[in-house]
């Protein structure tokens, strides 16, 4: 089904043409016409999926929609934003922005802005100034602004919380609370999340007016473009040695290495980088200038190992991406299903690589447990682990507890020394 039978018009299925979009995603195929309908949705999908285009294309309906209509043209210069998105991290903020102009390419005069942390508030105020359709915000700075009175929000017709687990997992729920009171009763609200469990039900019952539910599965759908392996490492040093095997492999076009601390992958991309690798960190103890630095250097290919934690690898989006390797385990499940999903993007295929102590058992079966997929277990001539790793229980037996303990622990570099940061 071409995405024009979805209700979409010929500025935005151009521009979708031109970005090589022939059919819609199955999320977009549901989320599409009901947004365009005008209904609140509650859509579980997570990144990969398709997600941004099905809210961001009813988004640029708007947009199109209030161009046609000199009396909602005249009303915007005043009102501030049409649409507003909030987003958990600046990365995922800057992506969502870049998909706004891409698909609104074609929608004349199209005036996106980006209000994240951690940047300076000049060009942010300037921006809330002028006219403005599409806002995309980190809720903590979107409420200084509001608190300042800079931000003007009483012309949002619609509101999209992507990645709201995540957003409430950092803490933002009285932000995203404070926001919400400041908008339009009147407007249409879009939730996004990888689970409606817990808060984000609450959150959605809280927000969402009858809504219409979306469910692509998201954790247990298969990621057909991305295959997956387990390496069993004897040691520290073993697994070192299989990193640096796998990442001289020539099919590495670009790899990101995860790693369970801030501390971690600073030192493991200094070793890397000594090795002979173009390598750099990122993670959210960084400054955002060197943040996007570093981002741009990935984009350029002038890097070809980025070592990152979860929460600053959220929302990379870049299609040369042909390993992601997990260094240190990921402390909850779902970061698993959020890491590969940084490969295998855009129609190419992926590799996502798991190097697992003896200790990470625990948390491997519980990858398994939640994806309800087996990562199948692989050898590298000459790197065979020496002692028998506890076999990888099948995905469907129940496993225990965690043995090892993942967050918290000592590191490579640096023993003991203070407590690791996440993020
Ligand atoms: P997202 O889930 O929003 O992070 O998007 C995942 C990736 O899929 C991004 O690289 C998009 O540019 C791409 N994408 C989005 N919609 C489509 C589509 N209909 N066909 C092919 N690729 C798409």
Not at 27 to 39: D, F, H, N, S, Y
Not at 367 to 393: C, D, F, H, N
Request: aromatic residues 4%.
């Amino acid at each position: 089904m071409p995405f024009v039978s979805l209700g979409l018009s010929e500025p935005l299925t151009r521009a979708l043409a031109t970005a090589g979009y022939d059919t819609p995603t199955p999320v977009q195929l549901q989320a599409i016409p009901a947004a365009l309908e005008g209904r609140d949705l509650m859509v579980a999908s997570h990144t990969g999926s398709g997600k941004t285009a099905a809210y961001m294309l009813p988004a640029l309906m708007r947009v199109l929609a209030a161009r046609q209509s000199a009396e909602r043209r005249a009303r915007g210069v005043a009102s501030g934003p049409r649409a507003l998105v909030l987003t958990p991290t600046r990365e995922l903020a800057m992506q969502v922005a870049k998909a706004a102009t891409d698909y609104g390419r074609h929608v004349q005069g199209l005036r996106v802005a980006t209000v994240v942390g951690g940047v300076p508030y000049g060009a942010q105020l300037k921006a809330l100034r002028g006219p403005l359709d599409i806002l995309v915000a980190t809720p903590g700075r979107l409420l200084d602004h509001l608190g300042s009175g800079k931000a003007v929000l009483q012309g949002v017709e619609l509101l999209v919380l992507d990645e709201a687990d995540r957003m409430l997992d950092m803490g933002f729920i009285d932000d995203i609370r404070q926001i919400a009171a400041a908008l339009p009763a009147q407007r249409q609200t879009l939730l996004l999340s990888a689970t409606f469990d817990g808060e984000a039900g609450s959150l959605a019952r809280e927000l969402l007016r009858e809504p219409q539910r979306v469910a692509v599965d998201a954790h247990t759908e298969a990621h057909g473009d991305i295959e997956q392996r387990l390496h069993w490492a004897d040691d520290l040093q073993h697994k070192n040695k299989l990193l640096e095997h796998i990442l001289t492999e020539r099919s590495v076009e670009q790899a990101i290495v995860f790693t369970s601390t801030q501390r971690d992958a600073d030192w493991l991309a200094d070793h890397l980088a000594d090795i002979g690798h173009a390598v750099a960190s990122l993670h959210g103890g960084m400054p955002q200038g060197r943040r996007n630095r570093v981002l741009q250097g990935l984009r350029q290919r002038r890097l070809r190992v980025l070592v990152a934690t979860d929460v600053a690898a959220r929302g990379i989006d870049v299609p040369t991406i042909s390993h992601v390797i997990n260094y240190g385990l990921p402390m909850k499940v779902e970061d698993y299903v959020h890491r590969i999903g940084r490969t295998g993007r855009a129609g190419r295929s992926g590799l996502a690589v798991t190097l697992a102590e003896r200790r990470d058992a625990g948390m491997v079966h519980r990858i398994q447990r939640y994806t309800e997929q087996s990562i199948p277990p692989a050898v590298i001539a000459g790197l065979e682990p020496q002692r028998k790793p506890e076999a990888a229980r099948p995905a469907h037996r129940r496993a225990g507890p965690p043995r090892g303990g993942f967050g918290g622990r000592g590191r490579p570099g640096s023993p003991g020394a203070g407590r690791p940061h996440r993020g």
